[in-house]
């Protein structure tokens, strides 16, 4: 058996986690029990689902993670509590950024993950920076817009020139809220990484796919992944700008449909958000 089959369980499991939190957000937001700009990540979960899985396999404990607005998911994959995530979407100070971050700027203290300021792409050279001082294993996300700011493509030099421990994962949903790239540049990200003499690759969020270009890669060098994905909702909020968006979960939901995994997820969210709810 491959690593990768002997890891696809894991995969779905953690994507079923992510997903079911996603559907609970957003009914939580038709319903105006969270009434502040919220960015469901359903439909990406695959990128952050399989990187996690991908890096505890190789037993890459020790890592910082640097993430932006769209980034339930990430913190979900890689182990961030549930509990704190839920308190801070309800604008509690019990939240894992103390109620004040809100969807956009979630913190995980215990598996060192850092919130987004607001800022698109300030993440590169923020993560670059810590990176360059710790010479820990940093994993920077970023969206396909934010990765285009000049600051964040500084930071690809910088990262490639020190030759630091860093992945930049571009998540590419061909989206800057509603603008598609081919509005925005005629450049692809992997290209320009590439031109820093970075390894580079650009691949679908296809967890098989991922997962053999990950093992191509040294985690003690920068490389970056430009992973092309889609995104189920709107920018922000509750809602589906496209209702023939190709779902990628559907498929695995399909494949391990005796295990209910979906289900028991999602009944396991509705019953500790209950509790939250209930103790703010
Ligand atoms: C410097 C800067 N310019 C513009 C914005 C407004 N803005 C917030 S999110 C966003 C689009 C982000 O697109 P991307 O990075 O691809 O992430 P996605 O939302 O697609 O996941 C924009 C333009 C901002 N926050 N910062
Ligand atoms: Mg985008």
Redesign the pocket.
Known sequence: MTDYKKNEINIFNKACLCRAFEKKVYKAVKNKEITIPV?LSAG?EYIASTIATYLDFKKQNEKQIFI???GHSTYLAFGGKLELLIYELLGSTKGCANGMGGSASIQGKDINLFGHD?????QGPIATGACFGNKIFTLCF??????E?DYFLASIGWAVTKSLPIWFIV???N???LTEKKFRRNWEMNNVAKGFGMQSFNVDDDPKALWETLERASLNQPALFNINTK?LFW?AGAGIDNEKEFDRHAIYIDKYKNSKKQELADQMIEEIWEKCSKNL
């Open positions: 960015y990406q932006q607005h769209r607001g800022l698109m792409g300030s970023a969206g396909d817009a934010a990765a700011e998540e590419d949903n989206l800057s809220i995104r920018h």
